[in-house]
């Protein structure tokens, strides 16, 4: 079957470093996305991994174990901007995502 | 350029009444793809495109659902005789190709739909 598993939610400071984690049991595996999603719009694109290993991209890092079925979102020097969703997705195949349910994160000053 | 757009933003309809919402991909994308979002869940798959054909329509609650795509462009997700539980923000999505690897997907602002 499939799931992908996230923290509802999580709170941080302004300033701070917040870590996110992401487990996932899908059928299949070609890349995993990380997207933020501000209260009532659109989800955007944050980062893709597919191979083992870290992405950097500016304050955000996103890390990947594909043996462990896991990855994390790590955004540094939060701003009140950041508080919004972020959604793990896992594309199986060549089309479709699967998302966890996100988590939202709470940024207080 | 222009990104993806939808319409209604939002609609509110009868239990029982049909409803179609439109989705215009970014210009050239070849994928289209449909989600629905309920509060408090993830994004659910419902179908996607690949030009006019729909390879994966396994994401379709019920055969109230249906989808079509013309001129490889525009897309109408369709909901027949709809029920409360339908209610959700629907969210469609494009890309260059459903081949492409690295290549994301670019979501529109979505319809919310509440039956009432």
Redesign the interface.
Not at chain 1, 94 to 102: M, R
Not at chain 2, 40 to 45: A, K, M, R, T, V
Not at chain 2, 104 to 110: A, K, L
């Given at each position: 079957g499939q799931n992908?598993d996230q923290p509802t939610e999580m709170t941080a400071t302004e300033g701070a470093i917040v870590q996110i984690n992401c487990t996932y049991q899908t059928s299949g595996f070609?890349?995993l996305?990380w997207?933020q999603q501000h209260a009532g719009?659109?989800?955007?694109?944050l980062s893709?991994n597919?191979l083992d290993g870290l992405e950097e991209k500016g304050r955000f890092s996103s890390f990947l174990s594909r043996s462990k079925g896991y990855s994390y979102l790590l955004l540094k020097e939060l701003q009140m901007k950041d508080s919004a969703s972020y959604?793990c997705?896992v594309r199986e195949g060549?089309?479709?995502?699967?998302?966890?349910?996100?988590t939202r994160l709470q940024v207080f000053p | 350029g222009a990104g993806?757009s939808q319409s209604p933003s939002n609609k509110v309809t009868e239990k029982g009444k049909d409803v179609e919402l439109r989705c215009d991909p970014i210009s050239g994308h070849t994928?289209l793809?449909w989600?629905r979002q309920s509060l408090?869940?993830?994004?659910?798959?419902l179908i996607?495109f690949?030009g006019n054909s729909a390879?994966?329509k396994s994401?379709l609650p019920s055969d109230r659902f249906s989808a079509e795509r013309t001129g490889g462009s525009v897309s109408t997700l369709t909901i027949q005789r709809t029920q409360q539980e339908d209610s959700a923000v629907y969210?469609c999505a494009s890309s260059p190709s459903?081949?492409a690897?690295?290549e994301?997907?670019?979501?529109?602002?979505?319809t919310r739909l509440l039956v009432l």
């Open positions: 992908i070609n890349g996305f997207y719009e659109a989800p955007t694109f893709y597919v959604l997705a060549t089309d479709k995502l699967i998302f966890g349910t996100g | 993806v994928a793809y989600y408090g869940q993830g994004l659910e798959f996607y690949q390879p994966d994401g969210l459903s081949r690897t690295k994301t997907q670019y979501f529109g602002p979505g």
